[in-house]
């Protein structure tokens, strides 16, 4: 593909992606005539101050997501990483018992670092269930912390515990929105839901939103280094795959960094109105 094709290439997909930046672009905008200003709103809308990641384990939760907590809680809002579980099977050479609680402190120290909360479920790694008392144990969580927008995991992954993550948070959000389900905290919508780029969960997934993560990006990628499978430990160099995703996302995107992420199909609906 020619330099003058790709460039039209982006140019004409920029009307079905949403890009949002928060002021500190990368790009240049000559580089690319035409941009309409809609392609780089969505910020003033406040979504991304209250933001809450919700993964299976550990390490999705900061590495797939913690970006987009990283974003909120540096503008001046607020962010919280959930796990379902500790993702303490995930050695191959330390009891799970020991991981676990070694993978908890990272998770504590990482959410630290980025100025927000670490929260844990503590269902057994592997064996995360499908069922009522989780989505209101999420719910719960989401009444209480009220976040204005969710990321989570995809549902097209080959592993059980994030597709069984990906149906929790939809009954969960259902749940907490629901005014006539009475729980300790009074109900909470979630404004918006947003499913996160995984290496992992990369069946089916289609980026529809790119999120401008400039000036969180060094602080994003030492917070997710209190993790020791971050640099390789456990097989996958996550350092290396989610430090140059955000650098590849920012070429698609015209920032110098950033996420790529999914919204759900009824949230992709736009209302026109004609004059
Ligand atoms: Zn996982």
Known sequence: MSSTTRRGFLMSTGGSVAALSMGTDFLNARQLPGQSPSETSGWQDGNFSKVMAIAAHPGDVFFAMGAPVAVATH????????SLSL?????LTIPAEQYGSSQREAAQKAAELLGAKALFLQYPDGEVPINDEAKFAVCDLIRQYKPLTIVTHWKGSWHKDHRACYDIVEDAIFYAGLPGLVREE???EVRKLLFADNWEDATGFIADTYLDITSVYDRWLNACSAFPMWRGETGFRYNDYYGSLAVERGCLSNFKRAVALMAPAEQRVQHIRTP
Request: no cysteine; net charge neutral.
């Open 75 to 82: 503008f001046g809002g607020q962010g919280s990483f959930l």
């Open 186 to 188: 009074p109900s909470h």
């Open 87 to 91: 993702g303490e099977k995930g050695s």
